[in-house]
């Protein structure tokens, strides 16, 4: 083997050592859903993690309340081969047009202490739509349009009935 040859191949394993990538988190999308038929809105993304994530890590996404209600925490675990993860709140009130809404993003690990922030990220999401657009209560009840316990989506809306 020539000198070029052996500095080629030294130069080129010196630069696969040391890559022990810190993981990222990014979002992928997202936004607000106007479901019309059921008479609701969620909002959600999906997540992307970028590197190796410690094992029992855990995605959490912090969504704001548009009714200035509690802050929505969703979470999930992060398994080794998935790198792609689907946020999405339960049904909210309150979304007004042009106005953002910020989400945080975070990967929390799963060695002690608990929580610790490996990575994190934020954005806002903005509605097009207001959310007095909605019908006063859904437009279609039946099969498909129930939740699993048999219930309509929105119990209020059944008993103003």
Do not use: W
């Amino acid at each position: 083997m020539n000198r070029f040859c052996r500095c080629a191949l030294l130069v080129f394993l010196l630069a696969g050592c040391g890559q022990n990538e810190d993981p990222k988190v990014e979002f992928a999308g997202g936004g607000f859903v106007f479901n019309y038929r059921q008479a609701e809105v969620t909002y959600g993304f999906v997540a992307r993690i970028k590197g190796e994530a410690p094992e029992g890590s855990v995605l959490e996404a912090v969504f704001e309340d548009p009714a200035g209600g509690p802050q929505i925490v969703l979470r999930q675990m992060v398994l080794p081969t998935r790198r792609s993860y689907k946020f999405e709140t339960p049904p909210v009130a309150g979304v007004r047009k042009d106005r953002d809404y910020q989400v945080e993003l975070r990967l929390l690990g799963g060695e002690e202490p608990l929580g610790t922030v490996i990575a994190q990220n934020a954005r806002s999401y903005r509605s097009q739509l207001d959310g007095s657009i909605l019908p006063e209560r859904p437009l279609a009840v039946g099969p498909g349009y129930h939740q699993p316990d048999g219930s309509t989506p929105r119990r209020e809306a059944q008993e103003s009935r």
